[in-house]
């Protein structure tokens, strides 16, 4: 803690495997491939429909895997 009352806390060199954004675009790719979209102006819809299979309890799994929720 420092003079003004702050704490500081440590934090490791940045790793994917800790980052539940990085789970969330594997999984978004995953899904964009199987659609296999090959024209430009069918992506912005192929996204809509990835987006729209990520549930809540995807999000709360990989907080949970990179070590955010207990």
């Given at each position: 803690m420092?003079?003004?009352?702050i704490h500081y806390a440590y934090l490791p060199p940045y790793s994917p495997d800790l980052n539940p954004i990085e789970k969330m675009w594997s999984?978004?790719?995953?899904?964009?491939?199987?659609?296999k979209v090959r024209v430009a102006s069918e992506l912005p819809e192929a996204v809509k429909k990835a987006l729209e299979m990520i549930r809540h309890t995807d999000c709360e799994g990989?907080?949970?895997?990179?070590?955010?929720?207990h």
């Open positions: 420092d003079k003004a009352g999984k978004m790719k995953a899904i964009l491939r199987k659609q990989w907080f949970h895997a990179c070590g955010y929720m």
